[in-house]
């Protein structure tokens, strides 16, 4: 599956900004978990949320919980990254990546990235 990620930019530290990942073909991403990884600059690519092919299940990891929100819409073939409260660390590429539900459990398609700077 094909991704396309957008909605990053220059936000100042306490904005939002909400991150769109688009999956290119008609009715596909219901087959598929996903999530959304982040790699700053000098460090590896993280998770740091994840959610179920049916929107049930999400994971964050500790450092966006309670900041972040991750959702999809099946209909629209679209996953979502609201990102509240944001910080200067949050200073990032974002990707999005799809896991199929069938096959080995591993991340094989992924967005193109899009940046995100929080300057203080």
């Known amino acids: 599956v094909q991704l396309q990620a957008s909605g990053g930019g220059l936000v100042q530290a306490g904005d939002s900004l909400r991150l769109s990942c688009v999956a290119s073909?008609?009715?596909?991403?219901?087959?598929?978990?996903m999530a959304w990884f982040r790699q700053a600059p000098g460090k590896e690519r993280k998770r740091i949320a994840a959610?179920?092919?049916?929107?049930?299940?999400?994971y964050y990891t500790d450092s966006v919980a309670g900041r972040f929100t991750i959702s999809r819409d099946n209909a629209k073939n679209t996953v979502y990254l609201q990102m509240d409260n944001l910080r200067p660390d949050d200073t990032a590429i974002y990707y999005c990546?799809?896991?199929?539900?069938?096959?080995?459990?591993?991340?094989?398609?992924w967005g193109q990235g899009t940046l995100v700077t929080v300057s203080s």
């Open positions: 073909g008609r009715d596909v991403l219901r087959f598929y978990d």
């Open positions: 959610i179920g092919a049916n929107g049930r299940g999400t």
């Open positions: 990546a799809a896991q199929p539900l069938a096959g080995p459990k591993e991340y094989d398609s």
